[in-house]
């Protein structure tokens, strides 16, 4: 059963404040109603989490008009996903067309009936609820339910240009779990996917922030983006993720550093620069995996190259 924070959100911009009752009463049995007289208050309104599932829009309206509102919404990228529907008595085809060309997903004139409205409202946001789904689901990686490397190169590419843009010092991790191949020829794929779901677990618990990122980044190989975080704090997540694999105290009788699963861990710290890349950083942090693997793997190397 949804709840009223779970309910679909349904923003109304209209200046008329006979519109906006009828509207909100066709549909709060269902949706959130948040309303807005102008273009103006309805940004006030935008700046308030959640966004929107959808917008009901008027054209006509004192000030900016909706369709210059909605191609502004169209621009920002908070916003360019919210569907909106113009609800308007501005009926002729030239006033349609123009409503798709600015972004509008539906154009309904008044006077309208209710049942249409109703049912556009509610194809529109499962629409849209449908596409974040399978967005996520393209970023999550399949077994572990955790990013995946396409989600760690997108996230890398836009934490690489917020740091160069404010002179942040971003920190990568990559991760191997020791000797897995052996792990899996001994216990089997299915212990092995297994192990690879607990890791994957113990990983993403043992980052201290929301803004920080674990990805599988292939096979037994795991990644975090740590933003805003220079050497000594990369240091300490790695510690936190080294004791939190070996606290899962998974069996490895062919392990040869522990009789538990354990980790390899490089670390390498930057503040971007013009002229370098996230794989220059990413590069970087292999070269420190492949140390501590040369030293003995269950371990941290570090590599600081800000």
């Avoid at 370098?276 to 570090?302: E, F, H, M, S, V």
């Amino acid at each position: 059963m949804l709840t009223d924070e779970t309910r679909p959100k349904v923003l109304i911009i209209d200046d008329e404040a006979v519109n906006i009752d009828v509207l909100a009463g066709l549909l709060k049995p269902d949706y959130r109603i948040v309303s807005a007289k102008s273009a103006e208050s309805a940004m006030q309104r935008l700046e308030s989490p959640p966004l929107p599932d959808l917008i009901l829009l008027d054209v006509i309206m004192p000030g900016m008009n909706g369709y210059a509102f909605c191609e502004m919404l169209k621009s920002n990228h908070r916003t360019r996903n919210i569907p909106v529907i113009f609800i308007t008595s501005s009926s002729s085809e030239e006033d349609e067309t123009r409503g798709f060309a600015v972004g509008a997903v539906d154009y309904i004139a008044k006077p309208y009936r209710p049942a249409v409205v109703s049912a556009r409202v509610k194809t529109h946001i499962e629409l849209k609820r449908r596409g974040e789904m399978l967005e996520r689901l393209a970023i999550l990686d399949g077994l572990t339910n955790i990013p995946n490397r396409r989600r760690f190169d997108q996230f890398m590419e836009y934490e690489w240009c917020r740091s160069l843009r404010f002179g942040h010092t971003c920190s990568v991790l990559l991760m191997d779990i020791d000797f897995f191949k052996l792990f899996n020829d001994h216990y089997g794929h299915a212990q092995g996917d297994h192990c690879l779901k607990e890791v994957a677990t113990a990983i993403t618990r043992a980052l201290p922030r929301t803004m920080d990122l674990a990805a599988r980044y292939g096979g037994e190989e795991f990644a975090c983006v740590l933003p805003e975080t220079n050497l000594p704090g990369g240091q300490a997540v790695a510690e936190r993720i080294l004791n939190a694999v070996r606290s899962l105290a998974i069996p490895h009788a062919q392990s040869k550093t522990a009789e538990h699963v354990t980790m390899s861990i490089g670390i390498a710290s930057m503040t971007p620069t013009l002229g370098k890349q996230p794989l220059d950083l990413i590069n970087q942090a292999d070269q420190a995996l492949y140390q501590a693997k040369r030293n003995g793997r269950n371990q941290i190397a570090t590599l600081d190259v800000a």
